[in-house]
C-alpha cells in the first residue's frame, strides 16, 4: 500500500507544502515547516458519503431557533443577541486576560437557567476549575466540568452528553490521535476544530472554543480557524488595569461592530454598563488630557486620551502609545507640526487611552492632537467648570478636520455628561452642543485660550 504523503505544514500562515523548507514559500516565516502526515482513515471521512443535491433557497427549511442567552449581558449584545445553537465561536485573548472567567459565567447562567452545559479543560485540572467556579458563586459551580486534552475523548463526551452549550478551553491544548504535530500546532487546532464542529452542527450544540493569542494579536495558530467558525471574538484589555473589552472580529449572526465593557473584580466580571461614565469619572482636567467622544459599534463612549511630552536628546525620539494606532499617532505629529501644532522633533511623545481601552476609529485624531499639543504647552485644555474638553474628528493630511460617522450621537453622549462645547468637525447640519471648526489649526487656536474662547464659542 502507498505511504500517505506527508506535507510541510507552516506553523504561522497554514501554507501547505510538499517537501519541507527552511523558510515557508507562503509567509516568509523561517522555521515554521511541521511535517504533517494525514492518517488513511481520517483522509477518507467523506468517502462512503452519498452526493448530495442542492436545492433552491426559497425551499430550503430554516425554522427560527431560539438563541441562548448566556446572562452575561455584554457578550450576548457582542454574540448579536446571545448564543445560536450549533454555532461554533472562538474566543481569543491574551493569557490572564479573563476567558476562563468570562466563559465559566456564561455556563454557569445556562446552566442555571436549565440548559444543559459542558466544560472542557485542557489546561486547568478539574480542581483548579473548581477554585475559579468557587470565586465565581453558586451557579458556575454547578457546570459539569471534563479535564481530558484528547479530541476523541472530548468528542465522545460530546456525543453522550448532548450539551446545549459548551466550552473547549483551550482548543490549543486538544491532541487528535494518529496525528503527529504538538497540541497547538496547526494540524492538531484545525483538525480538532473541524471534528468538534461536525458534531456540534450534528447535535445542535452551541461551542465556543477558548483560544490564546500570540504576541503579534493573532489567534495563535487558529489564525486558520477564523475561516471555520461563526464567529470569532477578541477579548482585550491590559492584564495589570480592571477594564476589559470584548468585539466581534467576524459574526455570521450579528454585527461586527458591537463592544463589549468589563471590570474585573474579585467576584469576577462584571459588566460595566455605562463604560462613558467610569472614563469621564477619570478624566482630569490636568494638561494633556482630553476626552474623546468615540463610537462603539452603535454605542457612544467617552474615552479620556492622555499625552506627554518630554524633551529628549535621544534620536529619533520616543513615540509610544497605548490604545491607539502608533503609525496614526506619528501621522498626528506630522500634521501638528505642518499646521498650527507644535513641532515635536526632540521631544518624547506618550499617548495613552486611560482605563485601558483600546480605540481604533480615525475620530481619535483630534484628541490626540489637542491632547499633545496641551501637554506641550502645559495648559490644560478643561473648558468652563474646569471640566475636560471633548472633542472628535479625523485629521486630514492638509490639516483638514473630516467627518466621521454619527456626529450626533457623539455630541449627545458628550452633552449628558455636561461636557459642553464639544469640538468636531462641521457636520452639514446644525447639532445642538458642537462647536464646529474647519481645520487642526482652527481647533488649537480655538483652544488655546482656553475655557474664554470656549465659552464665547457655546
Ligand atoms: P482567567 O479567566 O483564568 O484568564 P484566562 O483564561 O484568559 O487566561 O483569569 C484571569 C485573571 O483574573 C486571573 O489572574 C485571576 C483574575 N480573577 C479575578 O480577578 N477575579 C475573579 O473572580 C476571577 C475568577 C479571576
Ligand atoms: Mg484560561
Known amino acids: 500500500m502507498a505511504r500517505p504523503r506527508s506535507s510541510y505544514v507552516c506553523q504561522q500562515c497554514g501554507h501547505a507544502a510538499l517537501a519541507w523548507s527552511g523558510r515557508c514559500p507562503g509567509c516568509g516565516e523561517w522555521n515554521s515547516l511541521v511535517e504533517t502526515r494525514p492518517e488513511p482513515a481520517r483522509r477518507g471521512r467523506s468517502a462512503g458519503a452519498a452526493a448530495s443535491r442542492p436545492i433552491a433557497l426559497r425551499d430550503v427549511e430554516a425554522p427560527a ?30 493569557p490572564g486576560i479573563g476567558k476562563s472567567t468570562l466563559t465559566g459565567m456564561a455556563l454557569g447562567n445556562l446552566g442555571a437557567a436549565g440548559h444543559r452545559v459542558l466544560y472542557v479543560s485542557g489546561k486547568e485540572s478539574a ?3 473548581k ?64 471534528a468538534i464542529m461536525e458534531v456540534a452542527k450534528r447535535i445542535g450544540s452551541a461551542v465556543i472554543l477558548v483560544g490564546h493569542v ?5 489567534v495563535a495558530g487558529p489564525r486558520v480557524l477564523e475561516h471555520l467558525v461563526d464567529c470569532v471574538l477578541l477579548f482585550e484589555g491590559e492584564r495589570e488595569r480592571s477594564y476589559r473589552t470584548l468585539r466581534a472580529l467576524k459574526n455570521r449572526f450579528g454585527a461586527t461592530s458591537e463592544v463589549g465593557v468589563f471590570e474585573m473584580r474579585s467576584g469576577g466580571l462584571v459588566e460595566v454598563a455605562d463604560p462613558s461614565a467610569r472614563f469621564v469619572g477619570e478624566a482630569s482636567d490636568a494638561p494633556g488630557s482630553c476626552v474623546l467622544s468615540a463610537m462603539e459599534g452603535t454605542r457612544p463612549l467617552l474615552v479620556e486620551v492622555q499625552a506627554l511630552v518630554a524633551p529628549t536628546e535621544i534620536v529619533p525620539p520616543r513615540r509610544v502609545t497605548n490604545g491607539i494606532d502608533r503609525n ?3 501621522m498626528v505629529l506630522a500634521v501638528l507640526a505642518r499646521h498650527g501644532g ?4 526632540s521631544a518624547d511623545v506618550f499617548v495613552s487611552v486611560a482605563g485601558g481601552v483600546r480605540v481604533d476609529e480615525p475620530g481619535a485624531d483630534l484628541p490626540v492632537a489637542l491632547a499633545i499639543a496641551s501637554a506641550h504647552r502645559g495648559e490644560p485644555l478643561a473648558g468652563p467648570g474646569r471640566r475636560p474638553l ?22 449627545g453622549e458628550a452633552l449628558k455628561f455636561g461636557l459642553a462645547p464639544v469640538l468636531g468637525p462641521e457636520a452639514g447640519e446644525r447639532i445642538e452642543g458642537l462647536t464646529a471648526v474647519p481645520s487642526l489649526r482652527a481647533a488649537i487656536s480655538l483652544v488655546a485660550g482656553r475655557g474664554a474662547k470656549l465659552r464665547d464659542a457655546a
Open 65 to 94: 431557533v431560539d438563541r441562548l442567552l448566556t446572562g452575561v449581558a455584554e457578550l450576548d449584545r457582542v454574540l448579536g443577541g446571545g448564543l445560536v445553537p450549533g454555532s461554533l465561536v472562538l474566543l481569543g485573548g491574551s
Open 127 to 129: 480542581a483548579q476549575v
Open 131 to 194: 477554585l475559579r467556579a468557587e470565586r465565581l458563586g453558586e451557579a458556575a459551580l454547578g457546570v459539569p466540568a471534563l479535564a481530558e486534552t484528547s479530541l476523541e475523548a472530548v468528542l465522545a463526551v460530546l456525543e453522550a452528553e448532548r450539551p446545549a452549550a459548551c466550552v473547549v478551553d483551550s482548543v490549543q491544548t486538544l491532541h487528535a490521535e494518529g496525528m503527529s504535530g504538538a497540541p497547538g500546532s496547526v494540524g492538531q487546532v484545525r483538525e480538532a476544530a473541524a
Open 214 to 218: 500570540t504576541k503579534e494579536g493573532a
Open 328 to 330: 496614526r499617532l506619528a
Open 342 to 345: 507644535p513641532s515635536l522633533a
Open 390 to 411: 471633548a472633542c472628535f474628528g479625523e485629521v486630514g493630511l492638509t490639516g483638514e478636520l473630516r467627518h466621521v460617522a454619527h456626529p450626533e450621537r457623539r455630541v
